[in-house]
């Protein structure tokens, strides 16, 4: 039997109705494959094996989302020092930040990805393609972008493009996401904060006025664009749309530019290796490449029956 180890987040948070991890648990368990799960600080180095302390899981329905309840999860069997050889898969699913406790994550799985174990996504992408800056990749497809730390070169593209969007590079679900102007009062005080008093280096982005009708979640599956999109609307006077900050989430068929813009990313993520990512479009711009921990696939599988965890596992079946 197929044996998976799911990283993530501790199970007992999960929101059953939305997380895309709890899809790939009911999914593998459809498939018969035995489901492990452990916190990403239970793993760890001996020598140069990889082992980590796991709890085998025993799954208690199938995809039938509609019918999901609480009791969902049953702990079978915990294993301590656990050699992670012994397993076909690792899915790593825990959230970003993306900090050295992170980097250190991906270095161990590299140790299972060499004794043959297969890493979703692998280790050194993880590591080496950050989803903010990984659409510096594809000029031709993003709005005019900067990744800085400087305070004159921040303020100088502000005053060129007007209309701003500046982030924090590691963090997600629009955290920490604000809309600046040359013209703000706050602009100071926000730049000052999201840099650590510019210490640390933020992308600045010119706004693009789309993001108020929402943006796109597309999935890439082994390099194959899903045909359906979630598309996050932001709530009234707000420029995110994230589920996680109060947006609503609507199931819509992708569009002819979609499908150009996501097949060039496609290309981009075959070529690196990389079978399940998560893409961000507003408008017709590129904004993000989660290949982490994406999520959507929940309200996609309920709304048109495409189950993308399922397209993922067939493909590494092909592997295997």
């Known amino acids: 039997m197929q044996k998976l180890l799911i990283i993530s987040d501790p199970i007992e948070k999960f929101n059953i109705n939305g997380d895309t991890t709890y899809l790939l648990m009911l999914t593998a368990k459809d498939l018969g494959i035995e489901i492990y799960n452990c916190l990403p600080q239970e793993l760890y180095l001996k020598g140069n094996t990889a082992y980590a302390n796991v709890r085998m899981l025993q799954i208690n329905h199938g995809t039938d989302l509609i019918h999901s309840t ?89 005053a060129e493009h007007g209309n701003c969007v500046a982030k924090p590079i590691d963090m997600m679900a629009g955290r920490g996401v604000f809309k600046i102007s040359p013209e703000d009062p706050n602009q100071a005080a926000i730049l000052e904060n999201l840099t650590n008093y510019y210490t640390q280096t933020i992308m600045v982005q010119r706004f693009i006025p789309e993001v108020i009708l929402g943006d796109k979640r597309i999935f890439i599956v082994n390099g194959k664009v899903i045909d359906y999109c979630l598309y996050r609307i932001p709530q009234k006077g707000q420029i995110r749309g994230n589920l996680a900050v109060g947006g609503r989430g609507e199931v819509h068929k992708l569009d002819e530019n979609d499908y150009v813009l996501a097949n060039k990313v496609a290309k981009w993520l075959i070529e690196n290796h990389i079978p399940f990512a998560g893409i961000d479009v507003i408008g017709k711009c590129l904004t993000e490449i989660n290949i982490t921990s994406p999520t959507g696939a929940q309200q996609i599988f309920r709304d048109t029956g495409i189950n993308v965890t399922k397209l993922l596992f067939d493909g590494l079946a092909e592997i295997n």
Do not use: H
């Open 70 to 158: 609480p009791d969902w999860v049953n702990i079978i069997e915990t294993k301590e020092e656990f050699n992670l050889n012994n397993f076909d898969s690792i899915m790593v699913r825990n959230d970003p930040p993306f900090n050295m406790e992170y980097y250190y994550l991906t270095q161990i799985l590299e140790f299972a990805e060499k004794a043959g174990v297969k890493v979703v996504n692998p280790a050194a992408c993880l590591r080496n393609f950050n989803e903010k800056l990984a659409i510096l990749n594809f000029p031709e497809l993003i709005t005019p972008t900067l990744v800085s730390r400087d305070k004159k070169v921040i303020f100088n593209f502000i």
